[in-house]
């Protein structure tokens, strides 16, 4: 990849540095490119090492729906890096999603995967947790597809990566999925039999994706509006830290959905150390939407128009606002050649804001000086 010496470092490589240490590293999902700048920017201000990812639902084969293929999303993200000087980050495949399990869908991953290591990507997060047997009767039964799946792309991307190392993340426990009693949690024993099953098939990820209370995207009160996501479990989550801990499997945990969880609550009571990773996706959608109201109103009134002709038919008795909050992401494929040529001054300004917020998070997650502690284990 890159040989300016500002290529993506192996997502492995971030977590053996920080190993240890109570930091969170910074995943931000980079669904418009226009932000990347500002966070990298920020990174190398404050010496954090940075994640920048996509999900498969938002960078596929086919572009998933930010347009950004992994070849894409790979060079724009490179060319970030190099433009700001960033050299401690890792380029992250998030949610490699796999909800039905069978032959053609495992191949068709497959195929992603291989699209991704071509690309550069040097993390890979398998995203198998939708493989769940209700009606299993002990844990390692209710796991077995997710522990299946995860081993045979584990192995796959070890094959693909030809002997250079890289990030691996696995889940258990679908985030954000609720039942009649509420959000379902990931409990201690099935993290601590999902890594132990993937262990001995020789798999062994950094990080852990679990259920502890989190919804990617926004949270919204009975009148649809916006607020602040308080409903993170923090002592269920020091329990399955701990638990992984006391049963000697060596694992950090990556924390989905932090839009919208209040910064200084992370910043006091979030167990950093326990949590190395804290994924970060819709909150800089919000900040180049924000910028659009204001600097480009026309492309922001014709998404808006755009996305709820074409979501209120399936959202009936939820006002606009929420609709369009919940489908706007859509419109980003849609508007792509809009999107990427506006106006020098309104990238100029989601350049600025997300410098700014990265700051905050950055301080938040204590992940200042991360990226000396990585520079010191790279070859
Ligand atoms: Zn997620």
């Not at 380029?91 to 995967?113: E, N, Y």
Request: hydrophobic fraction near 40%; include cysteine.
């Amino acid at each position: 990849m890159s040989t300016q010496g500002f290529g993506p470092v192996a997502g492995s490589a971030v977590f053996r540095g920080i190993s240890g240490q109570k930091k969170i590293i910074m995943a931000a999902n980079i669904r418009i490119a226009h932000v990347a700048k500002g966070i990298f920017r920020a990174a190398k201000d404050t010496g954090s090492a940075v994640f920048m990812e996509l999900a498969r639902s938002e960078s596929d084969l086919s572009g998933g729906y930010t347009g950004m293929t992994p070849q894409v999303f790979s060079e724009k993200m490179q060319a970030a890096a190099e433009a700001t000087g960033c050299d401690v980050w890792a380029l992250h495949a998030d949610h490699i999603s796999v909800k039905k399990g069978d032959a053609a869908d495992v191949q068709a991953t497959k195929d992603l995967i291989d699209a991704q290591v071509k690309a550069g990507f040097t993390s890979f997060a398998i995203d198998a947790s939708h493989l769940f047997n209700f009606t299993g009767k002990t844990v390692r039964e209710e796991l077995a597809e997710n522990i299946r799946v995860t081993t045979e792309l584990a192995h796959f991307i070890r094959s693909r990566m030809h002997g250079r190392e890289f990030g691996l993340e696995v889940e258990v426990g679908e985030i954000g999925r609720k039942d009649t009693e509420g959000m379902i949690l990931t409990r201690p024993e099935e993290a601590v039999e999902f890594i132990r099953a993937l262990n001995e098939n020789d798999v062994f990820p950094q990080v852990l994706a679990i259920a502890n209370g989190s919804t990617h995207g926004h949270v919204y009160d009975a009148l649809g509006n916006v607020v602040e996501q308080l409903s993170i479990d923090i002592p269920q989550t020091k329990a399955i830290a701990q638990a992984l801990r006391d049963n000697k499997l060596s694992v950090g945990i990556a924390q989905h959905g932090i839009t919208g969880t209040p910064r200084d609550l992370i910043n006091l009571h979030f167990p950093k150390g326990d949590i190395i990773k804290g994924n970060v996706g819709t909150f800089w959608q919000d900040v180049v939407y924000a910028t659009f109201k204001v600097y480009e109103p026309e492309l922001y009134k014709n998404i808006q128009e755009w996305t709820l002709e074409k979501y209120r038919p399936a959202n009936p008795g939820k006002n606009d606002r929420q609709i369009f909050d919940g489908n706007c992401k859509m419109a980003i494929k849609e508007f792509y050649k809009e999107i990427y040529a506006v106006e020098e001054a309104t990238v100029h300004a989601i350049e600025a804001m997300a410098y700014a917020e990265s700051l905050v998070f950055f301080r938040a997650f204590s992940s200042e000086g991360s990226a000396a502690l990585v520079r010191r284990t790279l070859p």
